[in-house]
């Protein structure tokens, strides 16, 4: 099982980054909070999940902490949930609200992410009801992700509008919903890129596919 890679970041794409380890090109996929703070020509740590499939080549997953690791394994035990569908989770909701949402039967923070309905929602409740605990809150590190700063540049807005058109919405779509975002909450000026775009993504909500 491959559980980490360190290495250079060769190329950073929509819904994957090509990470050279030991001077092979590995391919990971990762939520698009994750991609945001990779650059092609640093060098990067990703914790690994490697996903086998029967007909199909093998995907590797990769992901900034731990307990992003241990959501997107725990879905992935649950019938009808694939690891594109686990890592839409994570795209929408961090690690503590999935936590919350479990604990307190929250079906609504579920059906919120796209290509989950009412009936997966309830699945995951009940599956995973007792098995992921509420940790208390790690205080934020200043290196967490990029502050949008400036009334959030035209690079941030880019890299959101990017990564929505890969989860499915039009470029119009993603352009009309950043810029309202953007608006309405004017504290994400201080925020994180990964932040902006995972509160866009709740505004948006609903399958898109």
Same mark, same amino acid.
């Given at each position: 099982?491959?559980? @980490? ?18 001077? #092979?090109?590995?391919?990971? @996929?990762?939520?698009?909070? +994750? !991609? ?12 690994? @999940? ?7 080549? *093998? ?5 900034? $902490? ?5 959501? #997107? ?21 961090? *690690? ?23 009936? +997966?929602?309830?699945?995951? !409740?009940? $599956? ?18 990029? @502050? ?10 880019e890299q959101v509008r990017e990564a929505l058109t890969s989860l499915g919405w039009t470029e119009k779509d993603a352009r009309t919903a950043v810029e309202k975002e953007l608006q309405a909450r004017p504290e994400l000026a201080e925020a994180a890129v990964s932040e902006v775009?995972?509160? +866009? ?9």
């Open positions: 099982m491959i559980s @980490s890679i360190r290495g250079e970041v060769l190329q950073v794409g929509l819904d994957h980054a090509v990470v050279e380890v030991s001077g #092979f090109g590995l391919e990971v @996929s990762a939520t698009p909070q +994750t !991609l945001t703070e990779l650059r092609a020509g640093s060098e990067t740590r990703l914790l690994t @999940s490697f996903v086998p499939r029967q007909d199909d080549a *093998p995907l590797l997953f990769g992901f900034a $902490e731990a307990g992003e690791r241990e959501i #997107f394994t725990s879905l992935l035990s649950i019938s009808g949930v694939g690891p594109r569908l686990a890592l839409a989770v994570l795209s929408v909701h961090t *690690p503590a609200e999935v936590r919350t949402a479990i604990a307190e039967s929250d079906t609504a923070a579920f059906t919120r992410v796209p290509g989950i309905g009412k009936k +997966t929602a309830q699945r995951i !409740l009940l $599956e995973l009801a007792g098995k992921l605990v509420i940790e208390q809150p790690a205080e934020e590190s200043s290196a967490a992700g990029e @502050s949008v700063g400036d009334s959030a540049g035209e690079q941030v807005r775009l995972r509160q +866009t993504l709740r505004s948006l909500g609903g399958p898109t596919r």
